[in-house]
């Protein structure tokens, strides 16, 4: 299935976290948290202003970025989970 988000809504797939901590401890799937870190899938084509103009996204698709810990919507495609969220919910772009 084909998903294109609207105005300034990105698709993001979560990056898994990893199952250690520095000290070596592993953790349990119930111990984790759900990573604040994710690859833009797809987006939307940006918002428009009072005025009619279209304001484009700064986030482009292929980026990794960090969003707040219960910003978006989680949603299922094709049996993966993603998250949708407005270009607000992202807190920064990793490079």
Known sequence: MK???LHDRILVER??????????IILPDTAKEKPQQGKVIAVGPGKKTEDGKLVPMDVKTGDTILFG???GSEIKIDGNEYLIMREDDVLGIVE
């Open 3 to 5: 998903f294109r988000p």
């Open 15 to 24: 990056v898994e976290s990893e199952e250690k901590t520095a000290g070596g």
């Open 69 to 71: 810990k219960y910003s």
